[in-house]
């Protein structure tokens, strides 16, 4: 029954290591984010996929490369990883962009520790 | 460009009291939407409310609501009857053409 649902809850790695995080929304919304929220609490977004289509693509990293196979999933691939990418990265979705009358609904959150 | 901010890092309450949480945001949009979120210590993120830009009427959700003074570009939000489990970061949003910005949060705590 879980609207958007990320994998891993938890990652622990090494510095330097390549890692995925996986989101999947079963609501049928055309639109999905990557937002970044650090210790502070404070929530950046990262990127932003309509139908597949990236719309969104904040300052970011080259090391951060979202992947959209089809509009119900949107993967977060971090190479290199660096001590500063510690924090919980959340996925969302919303049933349309452009103008964003939609709510967003959100995942659990995926926390990265880097080690 | 577009700026939310929340001026209360932290706030508390007593529990069955009223506290409202301040919002302004800037925008050259004409057309936008507004919402607060709620992150309690599970780490979710919950809508709370919502306000669409071209409406006048403020919104309502049971105990929750909003004082939407556009010209002020000023959105608080409104507990009432605060309950312990409102005990969380709340977040505005503001949300314009492929533009979606979070404030920083203010953590709420009610206590008992």
């Known amino acids: 029954d879980t609207a958007v649902s990320q994998t891993p809850k938890y990652l622990v790695t090494q510095m330097g290591n390549d890692k995925s995080i996986k989101c999947e929304q079963n609501?049928?919304?055309?639109?999905m984010y990557w937002y970044k929220q650090d210790s502070k609490k404070f929530l950046k977004i990262m990127f932003s996929?309509?139908?597949?289509?990236?719309?969104i693509n904040e300052t970011v990293p080259n090391r951060f490369s979202p992947k959209s196979p089809d509009k119900a999933h949107l993967n977060l691939h971090i190479n290199s990883l660096e001590l500063g990418d510690s924090a919980v990265y959340f996925c969302?979705?919303?049933?349309?962009?452009?103008?964003?009358?939609?709510?967003?609904?959100f995942g659990d959150g995926t926390r990265l520790s880097i080690l | 460009a577009q700026t939310v901010t929340q001026s209360q890092p932290e706030m508390s309450v007593q529990e069955a009291e009223t506290v409202t949480l301040s919002c302004t945001y800037d925008?050259?949009?004409?057309?936008?939407?507004l919402f607060w979120y709620k992150q309690p210590p599970s780490r979710q993120m919950i809508l709370v409310i919502r306000?669409?830009?071209?409406?006048?009427q403020n919104a309502t959700e049971n105990r929750f609501s909003v004082n939407f003074q556009k010209a002020a570009k000023s959105f608080s939000l409104k507990i009432s009857d605060s309950q312990l489990g409102d005990t969380a970061m709340y977040f505005c949003?503001?949300?314009?053409?492929?533009?979606?910005?979070f404030g920083t949060g203010t953590r709420l705590k009610v206590l008992a």
């Open positions: 925008t050259s949009e004409n057309n936008y939407y």
């Open positions: 996929y309509n139908n597949k289509e990236l719309i």
């Open positions: 969302a979705s919303s049933a349309r962009s452009g103008i964003s009358n939609q709510p967003q609904h």
């Open positions: 949003e503001a949300a314009g053409t492929y533009k979606y910005i």
């Open positions: 306000q669409e830009a071209y409406k006048q």
């Open positions: 609501l049928g919304h055309d639109t």
